[in-house]
């Protein structure tokens, strides 16, 4: 069965810095790992996904510079340090898992085939 489970959010002033974990059991093999956030009223945007085997990041430019996406392969887990969090960074944020490369950056809500329950993080000026 598989499971990807977030743990680690919360609430926190401007300026101030989180850690979100993604664990993901269950599947045959895992390609990418990811983080998606969906604010109130707005459609779930990509934040930023890690290669599996070559360990490549992609982020979206709302968070380069601010967060970092790591992982352990041994524990199969990805990480999420977000730094200098801002008011707009308020959202549910979910973690996302594809099995299967694909020959693009997965940045599509439809790259990927398992999905977390989601974690809040709320960031106040």
Known sequence: QVHVVESGGGSVQAGDSLRLSCAASGM?????????????????????????VFSGTYYDHSVKGRFILSKDEAENTASLQMNDLKPTDTAVYYCAVRERPTDHIETNVEDYEYWGQGTQVTVSS
């Open 28 to 52: 045959t093999r895992i390609d990418v790992m990811a983080w998606f956030r969906q604010a109130p009223g707005k459609e779930r945007e990509f934040v930023a996904r890690i290669a599996w």
